[in-house]
């Protein structure tokens, strides 16, 4: 079984301020705080569970980058 997939909630902030832009609105960050949290209210209703650290994908080749340099550097495994 595949792990879980987790989005950043600003992807979903930026997707949505340029859909709403693209329909002629005027959408706009900030004025009523910080939409982080409305967009990850956003995505758990869509079944998504919003990640912290943002895209697992990008955070698994840092791990694996970060695993390569201390096996260089200190002789890690």
Do not use: C, K
């Not at 979903?12 to 002629?24: S, Y």
């Amino acid at each position: 079984m595949a792990a879980p997939e987790s989005y950043n909630p600003w992807t979903v902030v930026n997707l949505v301020f340029h859909h709403l832009a693209d329909q002629g609105l005027h959408p706009t960050f900030g004025d009523a705080g910080d939409p982080g949290e409305h967009a990850a209210a956003l995505l758990r209703a869509l079944g998504i569970e919003p990640a912290p650290e943002g895209n697992r994908q990008a955070s698994e080749q840092t791990r694996d980058e970060l695993a390569r340099i201390r096996a260089a550097m200190f002789g890690e495994a």
